[in-house]
């Protein structure tokens, strides 16, 4: 009889190192799975702040042309945790063109805009994101 308890706790072990073993592997794989979604979600929220970086960029510039028919841009500066850079090109009485560039972390958006200047502020005509 005493033979007979060896072996079956011997299957006891193994059994109990296999459920371990296999919820380990469970538990890994949902560790992954949680890891991934949070660089998912980091990224998401990255995108989304360079996005509202550049629009911040588009209106600052267009803020400045409602005050200053002059206006050229404005140099590199820090603005909500990124960076922000505007040029302003005047294609002809009260148009213009205006280049936005916002920076946050390793993200990088442009974005293209035509403006117009009128009696009534400064409207939006035209605006693209340039890829890249």
Not at 73 to 96: C, I, M, N
């Amino acid at each position: 009889m005493r033979a007979r308890r060896r072996e079956q706790s011997g299957a006891a072990l193994i059994m109990a190192l296999l459920v371990l073993f296999l919820l380990s592997m469970v538990l890994a794989l949902l560790a992954e799975s949680l890891l991934l979604r949070m660089r998912m979600a980091r990224d998401e929220a990255e995108t989304v702040a360079v996005d509202s970086l550049s629009d911040s960029a588009l209106e600052e510039a267009m803020a400045e042309l409602a005050l200053d028919p002059n206006y050229t841009g404005a140099p590199k500066h820090d603005f909500g945790g990124g960076t922000l850079q505007t040029k302003v090109q005047s294609l002809g009485p009260g148009l213009y063109d205006v280049t936005a560039t916002a920076t946050y972390g390793y993200r990088h958006r442009v974005v293209e805009a035509q403006v117009f200047r009128g009696g009534g502020g400064v409207t939006l005509r035209h605006w693209r994101r340039v890829p890249g």
